[in-house]
């Protein structure tokens, strides 16, 4: 009896033992897909920067953000941002925080771009300590109208967000219509964002 009980056990096992290592190389598998994914995207000659994005040509999303605290410009405190600020005129949606040093390169770009004045700039700082956010934007300018303090990242995972920097043009009726992914180069802004500022600028409801 015990002999028997013993092989119907070992039967049981068996299949579970051999199931192991299959869930064990899973992670490996889909770590293999994904880079092969990325390999593809290299070796074809996309711009990795231009990752479509399932948010655009849909409404942004909804979120409200505090200010950062103390953080000033020209003398007068810097709002914080809510979906109901990207109504009624085209907004560059920039997620930064003063960590990041990609951040720092493609930085006046930015400022540049404020001092054009084609659309309202709003800054997500993303997991940041406040005084380093006041430290980063009183050394470098502060090229934002308004700044959101997304100290928990929520936001920036409702926008879609991969990973800091990124941007976005959003229309006046609050539709993202561009997403540009990492920092921005003087090439970049000039023969890729540029453009598609200035084809949502000149869009019926830009």
């Keep these: 009896m015990s002999g028997d009980t013993g092989e119907d056990v070992s039967a049981e096992e068996a299949p579970a033992r051999r199931g192991l290592p299959v869930m064990a190389l899973l992670p490996l598998v889909v770590f293999s897909l994904l880079a092969v994914l990325f390999l593809f995207q290299?070796?074809?000659g996309k711009d990795t920067s231009e990752v479509p994005s399932a948010l655009i040509g849909k409404p942004a999303p909804?979120?409200?953000l505090p200010p950062v605290p103390e953080l000033t410009r020209d003398g007068a405190a810097v709002p914080g941002v809510s979906r109901a600020d990207l109504l009624g005129k085209v907004s560059v949606v920039n997620v930064f925080a003063s960590w990041c040093a990609p951040c720092r390169q493609e930085h006046p770009l930015l400022e540049e771009?404020?001092?054009s004045g084609k659309a309202q700039m709003i800054g997500i700082n993303y997991k940041d300590k406040p005084e380093n956010a006041r430290r980063f934007l009183g050394s470098l300018g502060n090229p934002y109208d308004l700044v959101g303090a997304d100290d928990k990242g929520?936001?920036?995972i409702d926008w879609g967000v991969y990973g800091v920097p990124e941007t976005f043009i959003v229309d006046a009726a609050g539709t993202i219509r561009y997403k540009f992914i990492g920092p921005l180069s003087p090439e970049s802004y000039q023969d890729v964002f540029l453009p598609q500022l200035q084809k949502v600028l000149d869009a019926p409801n830009g």
Aim: glycine share 0%; no cysteine; charged share 25%.
């Design 42 to 44: 290299l070796v074809s």
């Design 62 to 64: 909804e979120f409200t």
């Design 113 to 115: 771009l404020a001092r």
């Design 154 to 156: 929520r936001a920036a």
